[in-house]
């Protein structure tokens, strides 16, 4: 498994695309807000840092097919994963439009 961070894909962009998708900020399973996994060791860019995208890789070095944006509980620490091809997909059409 590797971590990859795309500067296109920020926390925001997510949120965008899942509100656009009509997916709820609130757990599924407990109700709670949840939080979008971004890369910000500094703490300072919020919604605006790149978001997690973990890639999984095989034995044989090859890559599998797609990775995976996350959201994280922080109540019950249910973990959603959204594929990034309907996210890229999501912000290629954004791009074009604006
Ligand atoms: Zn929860």
């Not at 919604?47 to 890639?55: H, L, S």
Request: aromatic share 6%; charged share 25%.
């Amino acid at each position: 498994m590797t971590i990859q961070l795309d500067e296109r894909v920020t926390g925001a962009a997510l949120m965008r695309f899942l509100r656009e998708r009509g997916v709820a900020d609130s757990c599924p399973m407990c109700g709670t807000h949840m939080s979008t996994s971004v890369h910000d060791p500094a703490g300072v860019l919020e919604d605006e840092a790149p978001a997690v995208r973990v890639i999984h890789v095989m034995d044989d070095g090859s890559r599998r097919g797609y990775g995976e944006f996350l959201r994280v509980c922080p109540s019950c620490g249910f973990i959603h994963y959204i594929r990034d091809i309907e996210v890229l997909a999501y912000l290629d059409e954004e791009g074009d439009n604006g």
